[in-house]
């Protein structure tokens, strides 16, 4: 990338790294470890116009999130569409639309941040029409350690 003046280094986070979540206490220092890298990184970088940037995904609806959840994908979308503010469910897509514009030269200016993808879950208290804490227990059950660790529900 010095070589050629420049780019985009893009790493993946978790909103569970921005905030604590019961239960995921591993996960959630792993994904704090990749925001404080990220950050520490750009400041390196900067001088060889390469930027740095993590995604932190909210609840988004794939196959790892959702083949834990009794009733599978449909069942996920629900419910993770009822525990945040945006009255739908985190896709794929939305993670890869903001993987596209941190790629993209309209990011020139931006490096070293954490770009929160969650549907307004951290944005503060309320707005899901369940209660906050509410879905997650039910997601973690059978210790489920994020979706970086997946492991299989014990039979």
């Given at each position: 990338?010095?070589?050629?003046g420049g780019g985009s280094i893009i790493s993946t986070a978790s909103?569970?790294?921005l905030r604590?979540?019961?239960g995921l206490h591993a996960y959630?220092?792993?994904?704090a470890g990749v925001i404080s890298l990220t950050r520490s990184a750009s400041i390196e970088f900067a001088k060889d116009k390469i930027r740095v940037n993590c995604i932190?995904?909210?609840l988004i609806a794939t196959p790892l999130t959702y083949n834990l959840i009794p009733g599978g994908e449909s069942a996920a979308t629900q419910l993770f569409a009822a525990?945040?503010?945006?009255?739908?469910a985190g896709r794929p897509e939305d993670i890869a639309a903001m993987a596209l514009f941190l790629a993209s030269d309209d990011s020139?200016?931006?490096s070293g941040q954490a770009m929160v993808v969650d549907g307004a879950v951290t944005s503060g208290m309320g707005g899901g029409s369940l209660a906050q804490g509410q879905?997650?227990?039910?997601?973690?059950e059978g210790e489920w350690s994020g979706p970086s660790f997946q492991m299989k529900r014990p039979s």
């Open positions: 990338m010095r070589k050629v909103i569970a790294g604590g979540a019961p959630c220092a792993a994904k932190c995904p909210g525990f945040q503010p945006w009255p739908r020139e200016f931006v879905a997650i227990p039910s997601i973690i």
